[in-house]
T-cell receptor, first 115, second 113 residues
Framework: DGGITQSPKYLFRKEGQNVTLSCEQN?????MYWYRQDPGQGLRLIYY???????QKGDIAEGYSVSREKKESFPLTVTSAQKNPTAFYLC??????????????FGAGTRLSVL | AQSVTQPDIHITVSEGASLELRCNYS??????LFWYVQSPGQGLQLLLK??????LVQGIKGFEAEFKRSQSSFNLRKPSVHWSDAAEYFC???????????FGTGTSLTVIP
């Protein structure tokens, strides 16, 4: 089955700790995205990547970092600099960044909480 | 600036009743429009999309949406709601090519028996 796999489903962070959220896709999509979802605020873009070894900041990139070493993987690290990390994190992918009729497909999400 | 507005934060309907969820967008170019549904603790599932052509588009689960350029709207409709339709619904707008998608803040749907 093709799709986007996010792990873990639940994650807890201690004060001052960095944590990494995994996102893997087997859809052969070039573009991948990370969103943060807070109640009543919709989805806010953290980072996106058009192609391997390239990524761009979204609207709320501060306190987060990403890498894109492989086409199928786009992990997100929530650093200790992110003072309010508690949220639901969604990973998405799409066929091509510059393609017309671009459609985003989403993983099942990771819920991050602070201990 | 691009934006998407979903005026209704929460809607309650009776099972079997009709449903309309509102979405208005602000976009400088020809928009591509989407509706997604999210069940609690889950990711977003694409319900339907509008790229061009017929302004009434059909989606999965019996949903449809109508694009009205003059009103900058893309409202989602369903003739008869089922209890399983209870979820959060998001409207989104995207560019013809590349870059960001913009999401509304969502409408939470409750279905009562």
């Amino acid at each position: 089955d093709g799709g986007i796999t996010q792990s873990p489903k639940y994650l807890f962070r201690k004060e001052g700790q960095n944590v990494t959220l995994s996102c893997e896709q087997n859809l052969n999509h070039d573009a991948m995205y990370w969103y943060r979802q807070d109640p009543g605020q919709g989805l806010r873009l953290i980072y996106y990547s058009q192609i391997v070894n390239d990524f761009q900041k979204g609207d709320i990139a501060e306190g987060y970092s990403v890498s894109r070493e492989k086409k199928e993987s786009f992990p997100l690290t929530v650093t200790s600099a992110q003072k309010n990390p508690t949220a639901f994190y969604l990973c998405a992918s799409s066929m091509g960044f510059a393609l017309a009729k671009n459609i985003q497909y989403f993983g099942a999400g990771t819920r991050l909480s602070v201990l | 600036a691009q934006s998407v507005t979903q005026p209704d934060i929460h809607i309650t309907v009776s099972e079997g009743a009709s449903l309309e969820l509102r979405c208005n967008y602000s976009y400088g170019a020809t928009p591509y429009l989407f509706w997604y549904v999210q069940s609690p603790g889950q990711g977003l599932q694409l319900l339907l999309k509008y790229f061009s052509g017929d302004t009434l588009v059909q989606g999965i689960k019996g949903f449809e949406a109508e694009f009205k350029r003059s009103q900058s709207s893309f409202n989602l409709r369903k003739p008869s709601v089922h209890w399983s339709d209870a979820a959060e619904y998001f409207c989104a707008v995207g560019p013809y090519t590349g870059n960001q998608f913009y999401f509304g803040t969502g409408t939470s749907l409750t279905v009562i028996p």
